[in-house]
């Protein structure tokens, strides 16, 4: 199983960028997608979900209005459009697979991608 996150890097404050999360080793259209993030000191938080067609999204208030989360099952993949992106957006992004069994949850986690939004 592998989440493998990718399009993070430096960017100025109201710039953009779109994060890819490339899964593979399981049936990526069963399960529930979402990125979260950790900045330096602080819990990772939920910044973003999606189900597993994509017929529902969630945000975290802080995001709402300006990134945009989607995934393409037949890719394998889920995306973050990140707009207006503002300092306080700085973190590592981790990409999330979820999809609740009978009897466990099965829960997979990507290595974290870096964002940095200064100028």
């Known amino acids: 199983v592998q989440l493998v996150e990718s399009g993070g890097g430096l960017v100025q404050p109201g710039g953009s960028l779109r994060l890819s999360c490339a899964a593979s080793?399981?049936?990526?259209?069963?399960?529930?997608m979402s990125w979260y993030r950790q900045a330096p000191g602080k819990e990772r938080e939920l910044v973003a979900a999606?189900?597993?067609?994509?017929?529902?999204?969630n945000y975290a208030d802080s995001v709402k209005g300006r990134f945009t989360i989607s995934r393409d099952n037949a890719k394998n993949t889920v995306y973050l459009q990140m707009n207006s992106l503002k300092p306080e957006d700085t973190a590592v992004y981790y990409c999330?697979?979820?999809?609740?069994?009978?009897?466990?949850?099965?829960?997979?986690w990507g290595q974290g991608t870096q964002v940095t939004v200064s100028s």
């Open positions: 999606i189900t597993s067609a994509g017929g529902s999204t």
């Open positions: 999330n697979g979820r999809r609740l069994g009978v009897i466990k949850t099965y829960t997979f």
């Open positions: 080793g399981f049936t990526f259209s069963s399960y529930d």
